[in-house]
């Protein structure tokens, strides 16, 4: 996709979000929203949602909201792309997949993700947001960028 086009329909998929949500509070009503109006948007997502941090099991993220195939239920924090995101929380950008150390397929049609912590406004980590797609190198800094914004604008104020 060119990256006019992507930047135009992050433009819109933010817009959407934002007049949405807007006075909603419950976490559990953004990620499903967000799930939704994302995969919606962008054929290239295969993939899309949310693992939670475990308010019973801090050192696992458990799976939340999503739009696509079965996703594993469980991933302790440290491990695969997900759990490396929730441990440095820093954004993982995954060319291929099968290379990534630790990598845990839920599906093996998965070739290329986005990872981006979500964190609150106390800034607490309280979820990653996962995206792959089918194809090898789908996301670049426009995804990062754009996906590190929507998930502040959403959940950190
Ligand atoms: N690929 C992820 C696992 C989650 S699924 O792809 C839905 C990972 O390695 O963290």
């Known amino acids: 996709m060119q990256a006019d086009q992507k930047k135009a329909l992050y433009e819109e998929?933010?817009?959407e979000l934002v007049s949405i949500t807007e006075g909603e509070t419950n976490v559990t009503a953004l990620m499903a929203t967000v799930s939704c109006i994302l995969?919606?948007?962008?054929?290239?997502?295969?993939?899309?949602?949310?693992?939670?941090?475990?308010?019973?099991?801090?050192?696992?993220?458990?799976?939340?909201?999503?739009?696509?195939t079965l996703g594993c239920l469980r991933i302790p924090i440290g491990r695969?792309?997900?759990?490396?995101?929730?441990?440095?929380?820093?954004t993982q950008l995954v060319a291929d997949v099968h290379v990534f150390p630790g990598?845990?397929?839920?599906?093996?049609?998965?070739?290329?993700?986005?990872?981006?912590?979500?964190?609150?406004?106390?800034?607490?980590?309280?979820?990653v947001l996962d995206v792959d797609s089918v194809e090898l190198n789908s996301f670049d800094e426009i995804d990062r960028v754009e996906l590190e914004t929507l998930m502040q604008r959403i959940f950190a104020q």
């Open 13 to 15: 998929a933010t817009k």
């Open 39 to 68: 995969s919606e948007k962008f054929d290239y997502y295969f993939w899309t949602g949310f693992y939670v941090v475990d308010p019973n099991k801090q050192n696992e993220l458990v799976v939340g909201p999503y739009q696509g």
């Open 80 to 90: 695969g792309v997900c759990g490396t995101a929730a441990s440095t929380l820093e």
């Open 103 to 127: 990598h845990i397929a839920c599906d093996s049609r998965s070739n290329s993700e986005i990872v981006v912590p979500v964190v609150n406004a106390d800034g607490q980590l309280i979820a």
